[in-house]
């Protein structure tokens, strides 16, 4: 029986009010989305008085929390508000007013519409900066802007200028000494003696100052090390497990090799990935973990609603694994999906190094998927590696505290590239899972279609097209992908950059596999279920027990933050630049020797409990089983430096209710989502699990610098 509690958990708090209101409105609080990064306030032109305006740039809120082309660029559909125009014939021979957008040197001019005092919706704008005129036109068909201009303003990206250079060449580089870290996920204290810091890898089409290139991580290096035989990594088994059946899980060291390097990294089962368990909806098993590293770990069975004994959360569920250690799970699977397993005693090492792996939990409904010809499990991560093999990581500290862990060799089940052989007409079902560090994909397969039709933990309320799918770490989406031409297709990951030093925007675009198409036909035609998007009854259904809590207002909120000390100089002039503008995700690490050097001991990332003040481990929310709880979520762009957080919450699932104030409108249920700076995310919580869970980041390097909480369910 599903219980209102006297609070709701939200992660934003204005829930599903009118669009506009929660991004320009003046007196928004911060609480709201940020006002300077989603709203353009537009300045009368000389001449013309009283007369006001401004633009609010939203984004469409599903299926992601953020709206990017298959380009990788951003999309904004604007809400324009004007007040004050008078008629157009009193400021000249004109009748209309009619609004533009133009990149700041006026090629392309992209006209948006007629517009009138009041608010009007606009067409979508994809630039990267751009300015929005109102001009006084003859009529209103008009293609280009040829009357007078009435206003104008300047999107937030245009605040982006280079800085002076020479500062920060020849600022100083101040080395912090290492200090005691305390927490639960980085309480191993590791070995300095097993790597040595050298340096790091600069992205294509960047360059670092001698400043920036001169800084370390003021922590030791941390490699991983072995004695006698070190297997290879094998490709990874599929194990079909029915109820009651055992499983042995062993963590350990193999040799893996990249780029003609043979490198020393961890597997599960010495698989990479680690196996891919395959159970059915409702079956309970038996997992033996054996430690057979060099520091503590724990498993941690991602998304699963399992009893709260077995989450893996080391000193809140269960103590870490010593090394030579086992701890025997007992899991339930209450949920069809896809899952994924893996530690959580310093993800920001083990998860990198391989120690990952999928679950898929086969619903009894034979109609709960649209029909595809086969299925493809695949599991996107990325590396990061340099001349000398290895980056290493920080010993008694994570290093990249600040942007996280960023690799430069981009990986699909464990290899650098992906290669798929089917037929024309084949519709294939991908079930795709994120297990990087930090790394925000934007997967795309140009010249096919793609439908989503499953999120975290179950299937959408209908299935919807998609040119790309957005998966920040931790999360899982399920496309069905039909290839209609013959020939080879690329799986492709494309994203826009940001050149933080020169204030420039520029595209990647990373290879992660290809799709040989053969000409002979597919036997079963499925164009007709695959040009249909599908509705799952029984998902609305189960989904609909809830709408009645949908608009209550927000019972808790939670801001994320940031604070640093003793960072060197040139890192703290350089992220004083940098809070000019933030940008809603980092796709890629483009301030890699800052980012690099920043560590746990410097940087330290909040979680605060809006009501209270509270932060972190500090927060103490109870709840009763049964609570439906709406939670709001403010990813506070007032910082030294903003980032995307992808929040997870333990042991239950939630429902994204709206995005910067924008309603959803089809639904899935989730466990994780991605939070852009300056964004506000509204959840709606199924506290259907007892027990005491961690709410926190997914970006490694941020949890382990503190970006956790825990929260009871009675």
């Known amino acids: 029986m599903m219980r209102v509690p006297f609070l709701a958990l939200t992660f934003a708090i204005y829930g599903i009010l009118a669009p506009i209101e929660p991004v320009c409105d003046g007196n928004s609080g911060t609480l709201a989305p940020s006002r300077d990064l989603y709203c353009i306030e537009l300045i009368p032109a000389p001449g013309v008085a009283g007369v006001s305006g401004r633009v609010a740039l939203l984004m469409r809120p599903e299926p992601f929390t953020v709206d990017v082309t298959a380009a990788g660029a951003l999309r904004f559909f604007p809400v324009i508000d004007l007040a004050g125009l008078p008629e157009p014939s009193t400021l000249g021979p004109y009748s209309a007013y009619v609004a533009w957008a133009a990149t700041p040197v006026m090629d392309p001019v992209l006209r948006l519409g007629e517009v009138g005092n009041g608010r009007v919706k606009l067409p979508a704008i994809v630039l990267d900066k751009f300015v929005i005129l109102v001009t006084a036109e003859t009529v209103a068909a008009v293609d280009a802007p040829a009357g007078r201009i009435v206003l104008r303003g300047a999107s937030p990206s245009t605040r982006l200028q280079p800085p002076d250079l020479m500062q920060f060449i020849i600022g100083g580089t101040g080395k912090p000494e290492p200090h005691s870290m305390n927490d639960m996920h980085g309480s191993a204290r590791l070995s300095a003696d097993s790597a040595r810091w050298t340096t790091v890898p600069m992205p294509p089409h960047l360059q670092m100052l001698p400043a920036e290139m001169a800084l370390r991580p003021g922590v030791s290096a941390y490699l991983p090390r072995a004695s006698g035989e070190i297997p290879y990594a094998r490709p990874r088994q599929i194990v079909r497990l029915k109820s009651g059946d055992t499983l042995r899980l062993r963590a350990g060291v193999v040799r893996r ?152 060799v981009l990986l699909v089940n464990g290899e650098p590239r992906y290669s798929l052989g089917v037929r024309k007409g084949e519709v294939v079902r991908f079930y795709l ?171 330290r990332w909040v979680l605060r409990d809006a009501a209270t003040g509270k932060e972190n481990m500090d927060i103490d929310w109870s709840f009763r089983r049964g609570d439906v709880v709406k939670l709001h979520i403010v990813n506070q762009r007032q910082s030294i430096h903003g980032m995307q957080h992808p929040i997870h919450i333990h042991g239950q699932r939630f429902l994204v209710l709206a995005v910067n104030g924008v309603p959803t409108t089809n639904r899935v249920w989730k466990d994780t989502v ?26 490694a390097e941020h949890l382990t610098s503190s970006m956790m909480m825990a929260f009871t369910v009675r």
């Open 257 to 408: 090799s990249f780029k003609d390097q043979t490198l020393t990294m961890y597997a599960f089962n010495n698989q990479y990935p680690g196996p891919l368990l395959e159970v059915r909806q409702g079956a309970e098993i038996t997992v033996e973990l054996t430690n057979e590293l060099d520091q503590p770990t724990t498993v941690h069975w991602h998304g699963v609603r399992l009893d709260n004994r077995f989450d893996g959360t080391p000193d809140l569920t269960q103590e870490s694994v010593p090394p030579g250690g086992h701890f025997t799970y007992h899991l339930r699977f209450p949920d069809a999906g896809i899952y994924w397993y893996h530690p959580h005693v310093r993800e920001d090492i083990q998860q990198a190094l391989g120690l990952y792996g999928n679950m898929l939990v086969r619903s009894p409904r034979k109609d709960y998927f649209s029909p595809a010809h086969r299925e493809e499990v695949l599991m996107l991560d990325d590396l990061l590696l340099n001349d000398d093999g290895l980056v290493p990581f920080g010993g008694d500290a994570a290093t990249h505290a600040l942007m996280g862990r960023f690799g430069n």
């Open 433 to 603: 899972t994120n297990v990087s560090n930090t790394r925000t994909f934007n997967l795309s397969v140009p010249g096919a279609r793609m439908k989503i039709v499953a999120g975290d933990v179950g299937n959408f309320e209908r299935e919807a097209w998609v040119e790309s799918v957005v998966l920040a770490p931790a999360e899982r989406y399920v496309v069905h992908v039909k290839f209609d031409s013959v020939g080879l297709v690329s799986m492709l990951n494309r994203v826009q950059s940001l050149d933080h030093l020169f204030g420039r925007f520029y595209y990647e675009t990373d290879t992660l596999g290809v799709i040989q198409v053969a000409p002979a036909k597919t036997k079963r035609d499925l164009e007709a279920s695959f040009a249909s998007l599908r509705e799952d009854s029984a998902t609305r259904r189960d989904i609909e027990r809830y709408r009645p809590f949908f608009n209550r207002e927000p019972d808790k909120s939670l801001i994320l933050a940031v604070e640093t000390h003793d960072l060197p100089f040139f890192t703290r002039q350089m992220m004083m630049l940098d809070s000019i503008y933030f940008t809603p995700i980092e796709w890629t690490g483009t301030m890699p020797g800052m980012n690099w050097s920043s560590t746990g001991h410097q940087v």
């Open 674 to 699: 991605l939070v852009p700076v300056g964004f506000t995310v509204d959840l709606l919580v199924d506290l259907s699990n007892p027990g005491r869970w961690m709410l926190h980041c997914h970006i």
